[in-house]
């Protein structure tokens, strides 16, 4: 499947919806998203669960895990995926922006979000912390790109949200994770974060 998803990707940007906005095979910088943050972390006996999938375009290095989620507040972005990746592991949820209707609670062993917090203000991300807490294990780890506000590339596009790392670190930490790595200067209107729950007596700062 990534093989023919890789295929389909080359030369044309419009086979997978999401690949107009860079392609992970191509640039490098989305290039490091992917080997830094997500490939060491698929394994197939554990569940992963993605807000925002779009067309696939980081679904794709997901499919090596046991399970997928998939999770966003609109239909039809869920139905363009099926065409492009129709797996049994693959499950569609259907949510209202910020919830996880039918996960287990405690049963996520790793989140991924590209192209979605960029657009969320703070209290839709406090929103959607507040609800990861209910479904992802002790050692999950959340992997989140947000609107980096600072950057001259984000203050260029409207739909952004004003966040920066303090911000995003501030949020992260009052809703109970321990930021565990981050890229603040590979992309250039975002940044890049892995976090996971807080430990017994564990204090991020």
Do not use: C
């Amino acid at each position: 499947m990534l093989a023919s998803a890789r295929r389909r990707s080359e030369g044309k940007h419009d086979s997978v919806y999401g690949l107009e906005w860079g392609d992970p095979e191509e640039m490098w910088s989305l290039k490091l998203v992917r080997d830094q943050f997500i490939l060491p972390y698929v394994d197939p006996d554990r569940r992963a669960l993605e807000i925002g999938p779009g067309g696939g375009r980081w679904t794709r290095y997901l499919l090596g895990f046991g399970e997928i989620i998939v999770v966003d507040r609109h239909r039809e972005l869920l139905d363009e995926l099926a065409k492009n990746f129709s797996q049994p592991k693959i499950i569609p949820v259907l949510n209202n922006g910020t919830d996880f209707p039918g996960v287990a609670a405690n049963s996520v062993d790793f989140v991924f979000s590209f192209g979605v917090f960029v657009h969320l203000d703070a209290w839709i991300i406090n929103e959607y912390l507040k609800a990861l807490g209910n479904v992802v294990k002790n050692d999950a780890n959340i992997v989140i790109q947000y609107a980096d506000f600072r950057k001259k590339e984000a203050r260029r596009q409207s739909g952004f949200a004003r966040n920066n790392p303090e911000r995003m670190r501030k949020m992260v930490d009052a809703a109970g994770y321990t930021v565990l790595e981050e890229n603040v200067t590979a992309l250039w209107h975002s940044s890049i974060m892995r976090f996971r729950k807080k430990r017994d007596g564990e204090v991020m700062y």
